[in-house]
């Protein structure tokens, strides 16, 4: 299988996988407004809808570079993927501590909403991946 | 950023992990063995990090940069493997804690504790390793 056809496949698997995805991760939003805990609907809604813009932003400018006939992923890329994963590493750091912090906090004042297992997983997941995409983001575009 | 601000957010965040597992340790009433195992590895992860802290403050007070190219490319890959590694134990989570310490609901706080705590391991392994194997 040439280079071309072996790239147009993985573009086709991840893509899937991306919709797959977008479409859990909705469907657990209209779950969740059935179960009548509207606020997590909507944060869990939002969140599906920022992953489908993301994903939609990322699918056009791959398939543009693929009917160019560039690879998927060059140096350069390689180089933003890893500079952009490292600050995003640094700054989850930070994110994840204020997290910690307003648990503790919610522990003590009952008005707050206090996060659970899948609450937490959520919110800590979803900000990571945020995170790296705008730090990935403003990299692209700067041309670093 | 310039390297005093880098060295500034690098004792903060050792600050912040010091004053978090002051908080956990009040918070946790009484520790079991599995907990201090946790403490220790907290305590290497804080001194290691004080470690490369003081290296690079003992360069600018030198007069040289605080990182060199060498340590900065050490530094962005070191940094990937972290943040791989944030993702991955952010999703297994909630598993590890069910099979190792049989807690099936876990408060979200230990989530994220777990998650800085496997990523900075990995960080510090790599940072090291690669460091130590000059890559």
Known sequence: MNEAKKMNRMFIVITIMTIFLILGVFLNGVFYSFEGEYVQSIIVLLFSIAIAIIAAYIFINEREKLRAGFPL??????????????????????????????????????????????AALGVSLGGIIIIFFIIWYILSKRGD | MNDKTGIILGLLATILVLLTLAVYIMNAGTIDFTELGSFAIVIILVLAATYIIWDRAKNIRKGLPAKDERLINISYKAGYYGFIAAIWSAVGAPLLADIFLGREELEGHYITAIVVLVSAIIFMISYFYLAWKGK
């Open chain 1, 73 to 118: 992923e060059d140096e350069r890329s390689k180089q933003i993927k890893q500079k952009a994963s490292a600050y995003s590493f640094k700054a989850s750091i930070y994110y994840l501590f204020v997290l910690f912090w307003y648990n503790i906090i919610a522990l003590n004042i009952k008005s707050l909403p206090r996060m659970d297992t899948e």
